[in-house]
């Protein structure tokens, strides 16, 4: 039987077993996708785990996703521009580090949602982990111009400058906001406001204004509709939440391992099922 993994700690909630567990049963894969809640002190010994014959790879999460970049054998042009590695794949024993969160956060934005980002105006919330995907993604999709604007400026500064090679993005700060938001075609949320779990209350929204038409996406998906969305809806909004994305990105990973098309619909369904719960 192979395995697959997903490395973090803690894994409480996640939904990656669930949906690639559904995918590997679909396609007669005698496969198991299994959570490995570790303490830091345990990552090389379980690294090395991934190394054996009988293991496809491991997703990766909090707060492990830069740490385990030292004990690749070889990183993917994603994974190095975007500093993180969500993806492990074992490849006969060496192990490719890549990120998957960049390409599922623009294949959700695309195919689930119907909207195209090349030439649009985007500004995004955040400037964390998930945030250099999205940033990543979009530049790389041709945004005509992508605005940072987080809690702690100096990081919406740094990621803006260490970006710049990838296209057109600018750090703001809370005066230009408003307006920008007002303007733009594509909002996103990837700060974890309004996430359930988290210190702050879930009702509180990572912003207050809203685009005139623009379209809104919030890559939390617990609760599957935040406050912003909420928000967005009720002035008549298009939104997105963050669902699509951890499914696209488990998808690429699934196929990456396993050499077959992942069975999206099913992995979508499972996941959807698994979140209502
Ligand atoms: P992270 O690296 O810890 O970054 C957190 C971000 O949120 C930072 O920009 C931080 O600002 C901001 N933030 C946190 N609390 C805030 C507050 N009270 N007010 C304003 N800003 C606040 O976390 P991450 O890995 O990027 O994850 C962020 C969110 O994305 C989480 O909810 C996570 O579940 C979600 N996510 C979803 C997917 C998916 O597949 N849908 C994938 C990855 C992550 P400062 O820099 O000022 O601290």
Redesign the pocket.
């Given at each position: 039987m192979k395995k697959a993994y997903i490395l973090g700690h803690p894994l409480g909630h996640s939904l990656s077993p669930i949906m690639h567990n559904a995918a590997f049963k679909h396609l007669g894969i005698r496969a198991e996708y299994c959570k490995k809640d570790i303490l830091p002190e345990d990552l090389p010994k379980t690294i090395e785990l991934l190394r054996q014959d009988n293991v496809f790879g491991a997703n990766v999460t909090?707060p492990y996703k830069l740490a385990v970049m030292p004990f690749m054998d070889n990183l993917s042009d994603s994974a190095k521009a975007i500093g993180a590695v969500n993806t492990i794949i074992n490849d006969n024993g060496k192990l490719l580090g890549h990120n998957t969160?960049a390409s599922?956060y623009i294949r959700a934005l695309k195919e689930n949602a119907g909207f195209e980002p090349k030439g649009k105006i985007a500004i995004m919330l955040?400037?964390?982990?998930?945030?250099r995907a999205v940033a990543y993604a979009l530049l790389n999709a041709n945004v005509e111009v992508l605005y940072i604007h987080?809690?702690?400026f100096e990081?919406a500064k740094s990621l803006a400058k260490e970006f710049k090679f990838l296209g057109n993005i600018k750090a703001i700060g809370k005066t230009e906001l408003k307006e920008k938001i007002i303007a733009c075609d594509l909002l996103i949320n990837?700060?974890?406001?309004g996430?359930e779990d988290?210190a702050?209350d879930p009702k509180t929204s990572?912003v207050e204004v809203l685009p005139n038409s623009g379209f809104v996406s919030d890559?939390?998906?617990r609760p599957a509709k935040t406050k912003l969305l909420a928000d967005a809806e009720k002035v008549g909004l298009a939104t997105q939440n963050?669902?699509a994305?951890?499914v696209y990105?488990g998808a690429q990973a699934f196929e990456m391992w396993t050499k077959q098309d992942a069975p999206v619909e099913l992995m979508f369904a499972a996941a959807l099922q698994a979140l209502e719960k």
């Open positions: 909090i969160d599922g955040g400037a964390g982990g998930a945030a987080n809690r702690t990081k990837t700060t974890s406001v996430m988290n702050k990572a890559i939390v998906y963050g669902l994305m951890l990105q």
